[in-house]
Every structure is written in C-alpha cells, then in structure tokens.
C-alpha cells in the first residue's frame, strides 16, 4: 500500500503544478473616465507618472461617457457601495472610492494611499462581485485614502537572532535562511553519504562525480517540483482569509514540533539515529545494483530514481517549511519569474550542505561529515521561524511584507 | 584495554568521530577493533547497540567498562581514555 501511496503524492503534485495559476493577490484599480474630460486626462497622466510604483496593479479603465453600458455599471457600483456618484474621474479600489481628480498632490495621493493600505491590508474586489452578479451593498471604507504607509518601525525581538526590522529584513535572506535550515535535515543525507561510499569504492573519479552530481541535481529537480507544487497550492487559496489561517496554523505546530524534536535532542546524544533497517537495507542494495553498472547511463539512471524516491520521502520531513516560503512569496506578491528565482535561491541553500559533502569527497576522495549538532540547531531556528511567521501570519500579515529593491 | 568502535558508512557523526579517534591514537595506544554496523551486522547485534551511532565500547580482559555514544569532542574523548587508564 505504501508504495502506491507514494505514487498518488507525486501525481497529485504533479497534478496540481500543471493547474493553470493566476500568480499572487492582484489589486485592481477601477477608473471610470470621460474621453475628454479634463480632469480625467490629469490623472490619465498621474498614473502613467506612476507607472513602476503600480507594476503590481492591474488598471481597468471604463469610457463613461459614450458607452452607456459603462455608464450603467457605474450607476449600479453607485448602489453597490451606496454612494451618489455625479461625474468623472471615479476610482475605485476594493470598498474604496475616490471622485473627482484636483490634483496629483492630493486627489492623486488618495489614490496612491489606497493602493498602498490594500497592499498591506486584506483586499476584497467588490467591483468583480459586482460584475458577477452580486449586488449586496457593501460599506465604503473611507480611512483607506489617508492611510500612510509606514516607514519601517516594526521591530521584532528574536531569541539568539536579536532585534530584527521585518520591514528591511529582505525576502531573499529569509529565503536563503529557511532553505538552510530546511536543507539541514538528516533525512537524506545519510542516503547521500552511502552512495559516496559505494562511489568511492569504485575509484574512478570522474564516474563519481557524474553519478553522485545526478543524484544531487535530480533532488533539486525534485524539489523544485514539490516547491512550485506548493506555491501553487498556497497562492489558490492565500486571498482567503479562512485558509490564510490554516496555513498559519500548520506553520505554529510545524514550529512546536519543531522545538519539541529540539528540546528532546538537547537530552540525547549527538550522533546519526539508526534508520529502520528494511528501508535501510533496501536502499543500499539500490544504491551497490546501479554504481556497479558497467553502463554510466544505466547508473546515472539508477541515481535518478534514488533521488525522486528518497526526496518524495522526504517530503514528509520538512513539510512545514516549504509551505511557510510559499505563503511568504504569495503574501508578498511575488509570482512568476520572481518567485522562480526565489525557489531557485531556497534550493541553492538546500542543497549546500550536500554539495558541501560531496565536493570534498570528489577533491579529497575521502568521506567526511557534517557533526549533527546542526540538525540539532536546525530544529531551534526552524521552529523559531516557524512560530513567528505563523504568529504573524494571523495577527500581523502586514509585517510580512518586507520592502526591497 | 580494548575498544569496539561501531560506525556507519552513511553516518556523517561517524566519519567525524573516526578521525577523532585517529587523532586520539596518535595520543594513546588503545588496541581498536572498528566495526560497520552494516557489513559487521551479526558481530555488531552482539553488542546491543541501540539507535544512536556512533558507539565506542571500552573493555577490559573482555568485560565492557564504559560506553559512549554519539558525537564528542577530542579533549572529551582524550579525558575519558585517560580516567580508564587511571582506574
């Protein structure tokens, strides 16, 4: 049974990685014009002035004055919101509305302070309920156009680590430092010490270094696989406040179990925990059958299947962190290309330890070790990660934006 | 005095405690009779070793004197051989 359960994780993974995605929370600001109109041609200029500062913002543009089925939608957006709208320019962000356009410098601000609190604050499309149908009326939420987005003073006191500003904090740093603790975990470390010292025994280093690259390289594929597969689950559901807060959950006990495997280790010796000796057993057979494969391909092969098999394993044991990275680059609207970089960057630094090992068996031709205190500590900082971002999660979401360039 | 040390290939504490070890050696001349708790599997069970790798087991006249487990450091090591020598 196990066997095929296996089997079912990777297709419902793969599944899901091919499901087509709209990438991040996208904010979408409604402008409702008049060709002509002074006014509107201010702001038309004022956005376009703003072009880089609203990359993330989708702008839907609606003709009012000679289309009458936008003239209709904007009467009902009119009742949507209870509002009595007399003229043009009218924006709209979420429940928020701006009428007229004075000027850049204020009624151009509004504009700007909205798009900034929904950035940082949840975001519902009303307009879009409205286009599908719903036309439950909604309160106006006014404060949005005076919100002023803060220059950073959220500072957060963490054990070991110190004060840390969440708000400088990059995405790439706490990237690189969850793939670190995420890539230190024993689980298939002591697979890739094993094949090191089957490909040892062989003595031809060249044939080591092909055999024991795939292996590594096939388990960053793998796990870049499991990582998208995650963003993309995370990103369907993150615009809901509901599962925003499973996550958050998941990611709090992810950290307890965390500190608790740390805590149990502080009473235990350091060394390597024996692995349940049929599956030990198992995969040294696998390993000796295709390194000693007169054919290289029929080897390299042999380590490909490895890697999937024992990275899908592994999947298991460090679930929690991929799922707190994805919903870190999904809250901060990362997507695309962006978040590939990111995923690829996660990888580099889980993998570090690996490359790290197998590097100096190549050069030296000698096995060596990583002490297991690091697993030990990897458990500590996990945790801590884990707790905070969770806690966060629910009660700041806010602060997990950091801002960088 | 003897030691049983009790490694494993695929542990990486283990490969850093065998140089340990070496270095220890070089220090004090204890007979080592090395054992992998794979290819020795039937020698190692003898010991009863538990989960935890790796293990150095000290005898004397074929009576186990003291155990240690896991990872430790050289001095730790070095001061451990020294108090069974002074038993």
């Given at each position: 049974?196990?066997?095929?359960?296996?089997?079912?994780?990777?297709?419902?993974?793969?599944?899901?990685?091919?499901?087509?995605?709209?990438?991040?929370?996208?904010i979408?600001?409604?402008?409702?014009?008049?060709?002509?109109?002074p006014?509107?041609?201010a702001?038309?200029?004022?956005?376009?002035?703003?072009?880089?500062?609203?990359?993330?913002?989708?702008?839907?543009?609606?003709?009012?004055?000679?289309?009458s089925?936008?003239?209709?939608?904007?009467?009902?957006i009119?009742?949507?919101?209870?509002?009595?709208?007399?003229?043009?320019?009218?924006?709209?962000?979420?429940?928020?509305?701006?009428?007229?356009y004075?000027?850049?410098?204020?009624?151009g601000?509004?504009?700007?302070?909205?798009?900034?609190?929904?950035?940082?604050?949840?975001?519902?499309?009303?307009?879009?309920?409205?286009?599908?149908?719903?036309?439950?009326v909604?309160?106006?939420?006014?404060?949005?156009t005076?919100?002023?987005?803060?220059?950073?003073?959220?500072?957060?006191?963490?054990?070991i680590?110190?004060?840390?500003?969440?708000?400088?904090?990059?995405?790439?740093?706490?990237?690189?430092?969850?793939?670190?603790?995420?890539?230190?975990?024993?689980?298939?470390?002591?697979?890739?010490?094993?094949?090191?010292?089957?490909?040892?025994g062989?003595?031809?280093?060249?044939?080591?270094?092909?055999?024991?690259?795939?292996?590594?390289?096939t388990?960053?594929?793998?796990?870049?696989?499991?990582?998208?597969?995650?963003?993309?689950?995370?990103?369907?559901?993150?615009?809901?406040?509901?599962f925003?807060?499973?996550i958050?959950?998941?990611?709090?006990i992810g950290?307890l179990?965390?500190?608790?495997?740390?805590?149990k280790?502080?009473?235990?010796?350091?060394?390597?925990?024996?692995?349940?000796d049929k599956?030990r057993?198992?995969?040294?057979?696998?390993?000796?059958?295709?390194?000693?494969?007169?054919?290289?391909?029929l080897?390299?092969?042999?380590?490909?299947g490895?890697?999937?098999?024992?990275?899908?394993v592994?999947?298991?044991?460090?679930?929690?962190?991929?799922?707190?990275?994805s919903?870190?680059?999904?809250?901060?609207?990362?997507s695309?290309i962006?978040?590939?970089?990111?995923?690829?960057?996660?990888?580099?630094?889980?993998?570090?330890?690996?490359?790290?090992?197998f590097?100096?068996?190549?050069?030296?031709?000698?096995?060596?070790?990583?002490?297991?205190?690091?697993?030990k500590?990897?458990?500590?900082?996990?945790?801590?990660?884990?707790?905070?971002?969770?806690?966060?999660l629910?009660?700041?979401?806010?602060?997990?934006?950091?801002?960088?360039? | 005095?003897?030691?049983?040390?009790?490694?494993?290939v695929?542990?990486?504490?283990?490969?850093?405690?065998?140089?340990?070890?070496?270095?220890?050696?070089?220090?004090?001349?204890?007979?080592t009779?090395?054992?992998?708790?794979?290819?020795?599997?039937?020698?190692?069970?003898?010991?009863?070793?538990?989960?935890?790798?790796?293990?150095?087991?000290?005898?004397?006249?074929?009576?186990?004197?003291?155990?240690?487990?896991?990872?430790?450091?050289?001095?730790?090591?070095?001061?451990?051989?020294?108090?069974?020598?002074?038993?």
């Amino acid at each position: 049974m196990n066997r095929y359960l296996k089997y079912l994780v990777v297709l419902v993974l793969s599944f899901i990685l091919l499901l087509p995605s709209t990438y991040a929370k996208d904010i979408t600001l409604y402008f409702f014009h008049g060709d002509g109109c002074p006014h509107c041609a201010a702001e038309e200029t004022f956005l376009e002035n703003h072009q880089n500062e609203l990359k993330d913002i989708n702008i839907v543009k609606y003709e009012v004055w000679g289309n009458s089925e936008n003239r209709d939608l904007l009467k009902k957006i009119g009742k949507k919101f209870d509002i009595e709208i007399t003229g043009v320019p009218v924006n709209i962000v979420g429940n928020t509305l701006v009428k007229g356009y004075l000027d850049d410098s204020s009624t151009g601000q509004k504009i700007l302070n909205m798009i900034n609190y929904y950035r940082d604050n949840d975001y519902t499309d009303y307009v879009q309920e409205l286009l599908e149908g719903n036309t439950e009326v909604v309160k106006t939420n006014d404060k949005a156009t005076e919100y002023k987005k803060k220059k950073s003073t959220h500072t957060i006191t963490i054990p070991i680590i110190g004060k840390v500003d969440l708000e400088k904090v990059s995405l790439s740093f706490a990237t690189i430092i969850i793939g670190l603790v995420d890539g230190f975990n024993p689980c298939a470390m002591w697979v890739l010490l094993f094949l090191i010292s089957a490909l040892l025994g062989m003595k031809d280093r060249k044939r080591m270094f092909i055999i024991g690259f795939t292996f590594i390289l096939t388990s960053g594929l793998v796990y870049l696989g499991i990582l998208l597969s995650w963003i993309n689950i995370v990103v369907k559901v993150s615009t809901s406040i509901l599962f925003r807060n499973i996550i958050a959950v998941v990611a709090i006990i992810g950290g307890l179990i965390n500190l608790r495997s740390y805590l149990k280790s502080l009473k235990e010796e350091d060394g390597c925990d024996v692995v349940d000796d049929k599956k030990r057993k198992k995969i040294f057979t696998k390993i000796k059958t295709f390194t000693r494969e007169k054919s290289l391909v029929l080897a390299m092969l042999g380590a490909v299947g490895l890697a999937i098999s024992i990275n899908i394993v592994e999947l298991a044991c460090s679930a929690g962190l991929p799922l707190v990275f994805s919903e870190l680059l999904t809250i901060n609207n990362i997507s695309g290309i962006q978040s590939l970089l990111y995923v690829l960057l996660y990888i580099l630094f889980f993998l570090i330890d690996d490359l790290i090992v197998f590097t100096i068996a190549v050069i030296t031709m000698t096995s060596t070790g990583i002490s297991s205190k690091y697993n030990k500590y990897s458990h500590l900082i996990g945790g801590i990660i884990m707790l905070i971002i969770g806690i966060l999660l629910i009660l700041k979401p806010g602060w997990l934006m950091f801002t960088f360039k | 005095m003897k030691v049983i040390k009790i490694t494993a290939v695929w542990c990486g504490t283990c490969l850093i405690m065998n140089k340990t070890w070496n270095k220890v050696l070089k220090e004090k001349n204890i007979e080592t009779i090395s054992l992998d708790y794979d290819m020795d599997e039937e020698e190692v069970q003898g010991y009863q070793v538990g989960k935890k790798l790796p293990v150095f087991i000290f005898m004397n006249n074929n009576q186990e004197i003291k155990r240690v487990v896991g990872e430790h450091s050289y001095e730790d090591m070095l001061k451990i051989v020294s108090d069974l020598e002074n038993e």
